[in-house]
């Protein structure tokens, strides 16, 4: 997953009105082998049984504080889990001169032997959640034909409404033929990018 989609298009649930202390109790709920109504099927979803039944999974959550409950359930054949350093979001952002780099999905770094980031958000502050309104750059990783881990980067970044109502992100300013060989030089760019290049409407 692209750090843009880990970070950005997300909606904060909110508490009720002076909740004193807004905590999530979180469960999950999961009917085997429900009744779907009609015959089997033939849908485009490789995971699915395509038969008559189907699995049910209902997450409740719940804040004891200001009673606020939220459920969210639907038909769920895979699931699956991780820790935040492999998942990228949720990590504490890397401070590089006056930017601030948040990871994006851990992938495999053989020249390393362990795995990194594939991708950084950038914003010029320290923030709770990324929005169109501090996100200031993107860092992307690449490969040389020999195999040699390189970074881009882009600034001044341009959003739109995707296909699924999701943001999609463009930039105006790009490093291009230009790469370099950390993210923190990557971030120095951006940093540049920032002060000599006007940002256009």
Not at 66 to 94: F, H, S, W
Not at 98 to 117: H, I, V
Not at 126 to 141: E, M
């Amino acid at each position: 997953m692209r750090a843009e989609d880990l970070y950005l298009g997300w909606s904060e649930l909110r508490h009720g009105k002076d909740c004193r202390k807004p905590m999530w109790e979180a469960d999950t709920r999961t009917e085997w082998d429900m009744y779907r109504g009609g015959r089997a099927h033939s849908c485009a979803d490789e995971d699915c049984q395509h038969s008559d039944r189907y699995t049910k999974t209902t997450l409740r959550l719940l804040c004891r504080s200001c009673g606020a409950v939220r459920l969210y359930g639907g038909e769920m054949n895979v699931e699956g889990g991780t820790q935040i350093d492999q998942y990228g979001y949720g990590q504490a952002p890397k401070k590089v001169g006056d930017l601030y780099l948040y990871p994006g999905e851990a992938r495999p770094d053989y020249s390393r032997g362990q795995d990194a980031p594939w991708d950084y958000l950038v914003t010029a502050e320290k923030v709770d959640r990324i929005t169109k309104d501090n996100l200031v750059g993107s860092i992307g990783q690449g490969r040389t034909p020999r195999g040699r881990v390189i970074w881009g980067a882009g600034a001044h970044p341009r959003f739109k409404t995707g296909l699924y109502g999701t943001p999609t992100v463009s930039y105006s300013v790009v490093s291009g033929e230009e790469t370099f060989s950390t993210p923190a030089a990557a971030a120095k760019w951006i940093a540049q990018a920032r002060r000599t290049t006007p940002l256009k409407e």
